[in-house]
């Protein structure tokens, strides 16, 4: 993936003046790429002698707690006070890993706050936000670690790829395509790991740091939403499932602990669609993925208020579980008629 020359100088000269008091925010329930990127954008931009402040809105999954650096994120729900002080004192921030403030949820008014730093957005999300002074939106790229990698290569060469950014960079590729499994899975990112590769990571034990290190209560949750929670409808073609507040206590829910449910019923052989409600004391998240064609992206935008990719989107519903899921049985219905799910 190659940007306009004129834009990797605009960047180049924007991180070249320092130091600067530079804030990289990443989205709410942050995963591996959005961490990941900011992780490994951070240490390029600490290495050119910047002050940098990495905000989250919420907490990130326990099994990304290994990652170098990750300490040193600032959590707006649990610190405000000191997110709300870098932002208002950055002269630079970085939106990385998503396409509209809203994503940023209560942050979003705190980055309001500061309308005189510049903005840059680097990010794989169809349909970005207008009003960045700067924009890298790739919605082919499969993650943003991949998007940025391309980025470091073009501005600084991969030679200033350490192993600790290059480790950063892996979990988001590795996170935000299911393991090498989903779209875009382009020569050019394969040649991308093989150069996080010589950086010396030990990719194994990556992989059994993510995948592997959840508590025996997920595992539980897990086979309990499964076997009891997983309902199938238009014809074993769409699957929902469901958790509300009380289930996940009972399993002493912790951030993360449901990151990948929602992928299990497309294993099954005819399923197109699937979608997960999951509980929350303001709204219910909703999380959707499907197969080739069907476009869920679409259909969070349209029955959702929300958006995402065309085969794993998000959104939120702010009327209690059943009306969702009746809201949702009958958005599938409107969606088959128009040809949405295909044949
Ligand atoms: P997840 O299901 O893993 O939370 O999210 C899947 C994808 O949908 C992610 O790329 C995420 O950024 C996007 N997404 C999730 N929730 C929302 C939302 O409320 N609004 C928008 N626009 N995108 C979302
Ligand atoms: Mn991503």
């Not at 707006?76 to 940023?104: E, G």
């Not at 990112?189 to 010589?198: G, H, S």
């Not at 929902?240 to 289930?247: D, H, K, N, R, V």
Request: proline share 3%; net charge negative; aromatic share 10%.
């Amino acid at each position: 993936m190659k940007f306009e020359n004129d834009k990797i100088a605009a960047l180049g000269s924007l991180i070249s003046e320092g130091p600067r008091k530079i804030v990289l925010v990443a989205h709410t329930n942050p995963d591996g790429d959005a961490i990941g990127a900011s992780l490994a954008w951070r240490e390029v931009l600490v290495s050119k002698g910047h002050e940098v402040t990495m905000i989250v809105p919420n907490k990130y999954p326990y099994f990304l707690d290994w990652m170098p650096g990750i300490d040193e994120i600032t959590i707006f729900r649990f610190d405000a006070k000191r997110a709300t002080s870098a932002i208002r004192a950055a002269d630079l921030i970085f939106c990385l890993d998503f396409n509209a403030l809203s994503r940023l949820e209560a942050l979003s008014e705190a980055l309001a706050e500061n309308d005189t730093a510049q903005r840059v957005l680097i990010d794989h999300h169809l349909s970005p936000e207008k009003g960045f002074d700067l924009e890298f939106s790739c919605p082919t790229a499969s993650s943003t670690c991949f998007l940025l990698y391309c980025l470091i290569e073009q501005l600084c060469g991969t030679e200033a790829i350490t192993r600790r950014m290059a480790e950063s960079l892996y979990v988001g590729m590795m996170t935000d395509t299911g393991n090498f499994s989903f779209s875009f899975l382009t020569p050019e990112l394969y040649r991308a790991v093989a150069v996080l590769a010589e950086k010396g990571i030990d990719i194994p034990q990556i992989h059994n740091n993510v995948y592997n290190g959840y508590t025996e209560d997920r595992a539980r949750l897990f086979g309990y939403t499964i076997h009891r929670k997983m309902n199938v409808i238009q014809e074993g073609t769409v699957a929902y499932m469901s958790l509300t507040e009380a289930e996940m206590r009972r399993y002493r829910f912790q951030q993360g602990d449901s990151e990948g449910f929602v992928n299990y019923p497309l294993t099954i052989k005819k399923m197109k669609m699937s979608a997960m409600f999951l509980g929350h004391h303001k709204f219910i998240r909703v999380s959707l993925r499907s197969r080739g064609d069907v476009d869920v992206n679409l259909f969070a935008r349209r029955y959702f208020n929300g958006g995402g990719h065309k085969n794993a989107a998000g959104g939120k519903s702010y009327v209690s579980m059943a009306e969702t899921i009746a809201h949702y049985i009958r958005s599938v219905e409107e969606f088959a008629r128009e040809g949405g799910l295909g044949e």
